[in-house]
């Protein structure tokens, strides 16, 4: 599915948002204790982008609503543990794409069918990747291409670093990597933090970075930002260029975070539970708290949000499959 297509059919979902006969009051129909579950320790970005949800959304759940982590094995004890879960409401996951868009085509074994196992409830952002260079490269480079040409000539340094291997910035650099046909070794960090330190301290020339962790270490003479990988610019760097303005028409990346339920969770609690996310989204005080972190929330509904999976289960299998990755576990 072409990045247009795919697009055009999440917008198409979206259209029937507001026919939803669902009101925003609903409550989620039980007096227990309600948990969103994730696959990364607290205080990370993830955590940071549900917590003012969960503040915004407590009126809801009459039992109560807390975050829960359970970090692990690449996000997938989070993903399978709300899988086996009762289909009840009380559980989610909240979770990167990654989790279900790309843990099927880069792991040997998965637990889980991300389409069969869950129900999907809401999108809650997406947001482009960062194509980031630090003070290992000289201050003339100012663009992708220029980036290349310096590649070639210093072919000792051709790398770039991601969060991890398997993720979206791996596979965004595998792209990066065959459209301009020259070689870049992937140098994968145990999360983007770290990558981004060792890319401003000069250890490796270049990250391909979420944009929230990479906004507040740009503007400085460690980190500058060549380009995104979003469909249009971000309204966050909007001097800064995407890789499609610059030819690269086929290097699209924008990873999101969505909520879901375990497979079979009545619809009703589904619809209400998502109409609560998209209506806390609304708040301008929320609105506010996401821009500092560089976070672009979007409206959507459970159908929107099971055609955005499928669509990019489908881009990034041809992607994995294409660059001759193999899984380790």
């Not at 790398?159 to 140098?187: E, N, R």
């Not at 990479?214 to 249009?232: D, E, Q, V, Y």
Request: charged share 15%; hydrophobic share 40%.
């Amino acid at each position: 599915m072409s990045n247009i297509n795919r697009r055009q059919a999440v917008v198409a979902f979206l259209a029937g948002l507001t026919a939803q006969s669902i009101h925003s009051s609903a409550h989620a129909q039980t007096s227990k204790l309600s948990r969103i579950i994730i696959g990364f320790p607290p205080g990370g970005g993830v955590d940071s982008a549900l917590r003012p949800l969960v503040q915004n959304m407590s009126d809801g759940f009459p039992g109560g609503l807390i975050i829960e982590s359970k970090p692990g094995a690449a996000t997938r004890l989070a993903v399978e543990y709300v899988k086996n879960s009762l289909p009840d409401g009380t559980t989610m996951l909240f979770t990167p794409d990654f989790s279900l868009t790309l843990a099927p085509f880069s792991f040997k074994k998965l637990n889980y069918d991300p389409i069969a196992d869950f129900s999907p409830v809401a999108t809650v952002n997406s947001s482009p990747l960062v194509l980031c260079v630090g003070p290992s490269v000289p201050e003339t480079v100012r663009t992708p291409a220029e980036y290349i040409a310096w590649c070639r000539l210093n072919p000792n340094l051709a790398a770039y670093a991601s969060s991890g291997a398997g993720a979206a910035p791996h596979f965004t650099g595998v792209m990066f990597s065959k459209a301009s046909d020259c070689p870049l070794l992937h140098v994968p960090y145990k999360g983007n933090a770290p990558a981004l330190v060792d890319v401003m301290g000069g250890q490796i020339s270049c990250v391909f970075s979420s944009l929230g962790e990479a906004l507040p270490r740009l503007g400085t003479s460690r980190l500058r930002a060549l380009a995104t990988t979003g469909l249009k610019r971000s309204r966050f760097l909007p001097e800064v260029p995407t890789m499609v303005e610059l030819g690269y028409s086929d290097l699209v990346s924008e990873p999101w975070l969505g909520l879901f339920m375990p497979a079979n969770t009545p619809k009703g609690i589904v619809l209400k539970t998502s109409v609560l996310f998209n209506d806390a989204l609304k708040l301008p005080a929320l609105r506010e708290s996401y821009a500092k972190q560089g976070i672009e929330p979007i409206q959507s509904t459970p159908e929107s949000t099971v055609a955005l999976l499928k669509a990019d289960m489908n881009r990034w299998g041809s992607i994995v499959k294409a660059s001759g990755f193999i899984p380790e576990e």
